[in-house]
């Protein structure tokens, strides 16, 4: 089985909808990240969290929020989906040491309409 | 600030031949880390290096190697003799201190096509 896993693997919904994503992993890491990925653009951050309790903005966190339910899951909601917040979202899991090795999900396609 | 810059967006070879993909960073932490990921047709990120910024010896394996240059603030990477399956996004990333929560800050990706 796959060490990080995410639900639902593609997506489509409408202007205004909410929606989440959801992560988990059994790497047993304490750190996991949501990162987007546009076309030509890379991938940018959006939340990452240390542990249950410690949860921090990245560089494109508005319009989307996070919870920690336990170590192992790490997901990420649309309020209030718009259609610029069609990407690939990916999340990642790093151990809790310096700038470690993150490891990927599969990445979630969503598509806003 | 935190940059990394992959000039190349598109490169095609023929199997067989030799490829660099090029990456350029930049920031004022002296402690950092240098990534390479492989992201293939299927979508997923694969996880290729992890180099960091005390250590400049070149790392090779199996077909792949990278040469890491604090001087001209490169961590290039090489493909030799390509194969049709090396065709994929490669992302060049960086990591620094604890502030940003040891994120990576990625290049925008070089995809690269490797025809028969």
């Known amino acids: 089985d796959a060490d990080v896993t995410q639900t639902p693997r593609n997506r489509i919904t409408k202007t205004g909808k909410r929606i989440m994503l959801e992560c988990s992993q059994t790497?047993?890491?304490?750190?996991m990240y949501w990162y987007r990925q546009d076309p030509g653009l890379g991938l940018r951050l959006i939340y990452y969290?240390?542990?249950?309790?410690?949860?921090n903005k990245g560089e494109i966190s508005d319009g989307y929020s996070v919870s920690r339910q336990a170590q192992a899951k790490f997901s990420l909601s649309l309020e209030s989906a718009i259609p610029n917040q069609t990407a690939l979202y990916f999340c990642?899991?790093?151990?809790?040491?310096?700038?470690?090795?993150?490891?990927f999900g599969p990445g979630t396609r969503l598509l806003v309409l | 600030a935190q940059k990394v810059t992959q000039a190349q967006t598109e490169i095609s070879v023929v199997e067989k031949e030799d490829v660099t993909l090029d990456c350029v960073y930049e920031?004022?932490?002296?402690?950092?880390?240098l990534f390479w990921y492989k992201q293939p047709p299927s979508g997923e990120l694969v996880f290729l290096i992890r180099r960091n910024s005390f250590d400049e010896q070149n790392e090779i394996s199996g077909r792949y190697s990278w040469n890491f240059q604090k001087s001209t603030s490169s961590f290039n990477f090489t493909i030799t003799a390509s194969q049709v399956v090396d065709s994929a996004v490669y992302f060049c990333?960086?990591?620094?201190?604890?502030?940003?929560?040891?994120?990576?800050?990625f290049g925008k990706g070089t995809s690269l096509l490797v025809t028969p």
């Open positions: 969290s240390f542990d249950v309790k410690d949860i």
């Open positions: 990333a960086l990591s620094v201190g604890g502030g940003s929560g040891y994120a990576l800050n």
């Open positions: 790497k047993g890491h304490d750190r």
């Open positions: 920031t004022r932490d002296t402690t950092y880390y």
């Open positions: 990642a899991t790093s151990e809790g040491q310096y700038q470690e090795t993150q490891y």
